[in-house]
């Protein structure tokens, strides 16, 4: 008890000080939870698109970006032959823009497509996708943002479509974009006999590694992947990972360093007091558990708060209409357990040279010190 | 003997001061022993080397028959061994009187029951059993004092050094204080080491002796 009291004493002494270290910490949890949660999601989402009712991806080996692979039509319609597939649909990528909005995700889909069959049609029949060329549906918040309805027509690039249909999905790259029957979509993107990806679905789950051998052997070019393992190796994902641990990384070391300051000036101010518990016996480790004690209360409390403010903040964006369907509120258990750990981590890292300064505090002399 | 030092030399500043030149003295247990001098004649500095707090340039410190420089745990030393009253009485503010008093037992590990007990006594012995519970800020200059008086003595060690436990107090309290001191470690059994400049005081203990220049004058018995 005495021993907590000597930890927390210190804090309610300098309680702006320790408010400041705290809230430095809870940014930087906040801020790591949100970007990696943020990416993670938009990851997320991506993923859901290319697995819609599918378990495997085919596409083209070593290609940087699946919005330049190319499979061809006759291999898509070999694989989608194959006694077990239960179904087999090739999607195609694009990009266009229109006026004012310089990027909307284009899907060149064929009408069997679980993009088309399984979403919320707001308006317009589903039965009719593909019985004309120049038709699209739009997401939602496409038809929200280019200003359209059933019927009217929109500008995309340098063609002109008209409107069948609208849809509502949950996935906010969907939810912002253009479905194009997939003949039309190889046309406007000079693409003709090729897709991007090829989505599978197996009769048998079980049969997804000899079906992905197979696929190696008899297209070189291709690749195909079950849907966990795509997210995890492909390249894009990677780089945004890694480019989100990285941002989180350096504010947690912010966090840190903050953490390092408070705890350095917390020794300089009770350094007598650190002399006091050296006369009456204290050694150097119960010295140290004092100042790390301290670092650990105000990394915990800043974790707690940073917790709290990262599942906020996703909130709020989530609640911007911009933002609806790009952002999953929801942080992952592991997440949260590796950036506190890493939190965990640095506050104590923090704290590591001010208890080796305080551990070796000369009793005699820091006793003069007033 | 509890305490002996042979030849003890210790100097600042790179040599520039020397403090203490040759301090060679005992002490018996049960005794009490007055260290008398002026300001910066090293009566502190002989205490901080017995105490194991600072090194010696050259010579030895034994407490109990075993070499300071030698302990094989220092902590020990001030752990069970020792006890220091300092002229502040150097507490922590913002602990209670009983908090204060129970750190050595708590760097010890002492049992808390077992603690707390010996604080209740030591506490009633020296009249501070209503203010236990009281912060150390509320606390009057004579009641911090005598609250030091008990977080020393709070581990029973075997030796007591006071270096000017009354320095800080008005006369009639500083007397009231170091009335209870003599009291207590001759309760005890301690044998009490301290550095005063009040020979007054001094004259009071079993053994007065006298600094000057970094050596121990003609040690008078005061009785």
Redesign the interface.
């Known amino acids: 008890m ?2 907590l ?2 930890i927390v ?1 210190n804090l ?2 300098h309680r702006i000080r320790s408010l400041i270290s705290v809230t430095g910490v809870a940014f930087s949890v906040a801020a790591m939870l949100t970007v990696v949660s943020i990416l993670q999601g938009a990851i997320g989402m991506f993923s859901n698109i290319l697995s819609n009712d599918s378990q495997i991806i085919v596409f083209e080996r070593d290609v940087s970006d699946l919005f330049f692979s190319s499979v061809p039509a006759s291999a898509a319609a070999e694989i989608s032959n194959l006694p077990m597939v239960a179904h087999a649909n090739a999607v195609l990528f694009g990009v266009v823009a229109s006026a004012g909005h310089p990027i909307i995700t284009c899907f060149g889909v064929e009408p069997t497509d679980a993009r088309i069959q399984k979403a919320t049609w707001i308006a317009g029949d589903r039965s009719d996708f593909a019985r004309n060329p120049d038709d699209v549906v739009l997401g939602a918040r496409a038809a929200e943002f280019l200003s359209a309805s059933v019927g009217s027509r929109v500008q995309l690039g340098h063609s002109t479509f008209r409107v069948m249909g609208v849809v509502k999905t949950t996935n906010g790259f969907e939810d912002g974009g253009v479905f194009m029957p997939l003949a039309a979509a190889q046309t406007f993107f000079h693409k003709e006999g090729t897709s991007s990806v090829v989505t599978v679905k197996l009769r048998n789950r079980d049969e997804a590694a000899a079906f992905n051998r197979m696929v190696q052997a008899k297209y070189p070019d291709l690749i195909a992947l079950n849907d966990s393992e795509f997210s995890r190796t492909y390249s894009q994902f990677r780089i945004l990972k890694a480019t989100a641990w990285a941002v989180g990384g350096c504010g947690l070391l912010l966090g840190g360093l903050g953490v390092a300051n408070t705890m350095i000036m917390s020794v300089f101010t009770r350094i ?2 650190i002399a ?8 150097h480790a ?1 010295i140290g558990a004092v100042i790390f004690g301290e670092a650990a209360w105000v990394t915990a409390l800043g974790a707690a708060a940073g917790l709290l403010a990262g599942v906020c903040i996703l909130y709020a964006l989530k609640s911007i209409p911009a933002l609806d369907g790009y952002i999953d509120p929801s942080i992952h258990p592991l997440l949260m357990l590796v950036v506190l750990v890493l939190t965990l981590l640095t506050g104590v890292g923090g704290a590591l040279y001010p208890a080796i300064y305080a551990m070796r505090v ?3 002399e820091a ?1 003069r010190f007033e | 003997m509890v305490v002996r030092t042979a030849d003890l030399w210790k100097s600042y500043d790179d040599g520039a001061v020397t403090v203490l030149k040759g301090i060679d003295f005992a002490c018996f247990e049960g005794h009490s022993v007055a260290l008398c001098g002026p300001s910066g004649c090293g009566k502190s500095t002989l205490l901080h080397l017995i105490a194991g707090l600072d090194t010696p340039d050259r010579g030895s410190v034994w407490v109990n028959g075993i070499e300071v420089d030698r302990h094989r745990d220092l902590l020990s030393l001030l752990r069970h061994e020792i006890g220091i009253v300092f002229q502040l009485h150097n507490l922590i503010p913002d602990l209670t009187l009983e908090e204060n008093c129970l750190i050595p037992a708590v760097a010890a590990g002492v049992n808390q029951r077992v603690a707390k007990d010996r604080l209740r006594e030591l506490a009633e012995r020296t009249g501070l059993s209503h203010r236990r519970n009281h912060r150390v800020q509320k606390l009057s200059g004579g009641e911090r004092q005598r609250t030091a008086l008990c977080r020393a003595l709070m581990n029973r060690p075997k030796i007591l050094l006071a270096d000017e436990p009354t320095g800080s107090l008005d006369e009639t309290t500083g007397g009231m204080v170091f009335d209870l001191l003599l009291e207590l470690v001759a309760g005890e059994g301690v044998t009490l080491l301290m550095a005063t400049h009040d020979r007054i005081l001094a004259s009071r203990c079993d053994r007065m002796m006298e600094m000057r220049a970094g050596k121990i004058h003609e040690p008078v018995l005061a009785h």
């Open positions: 005495i021993f009291k000597l004493t309610r002494r007598r007091e006091i518990l050296r006369v009456n016996g204290f050694s119960q000369r009793a005699v006793l």
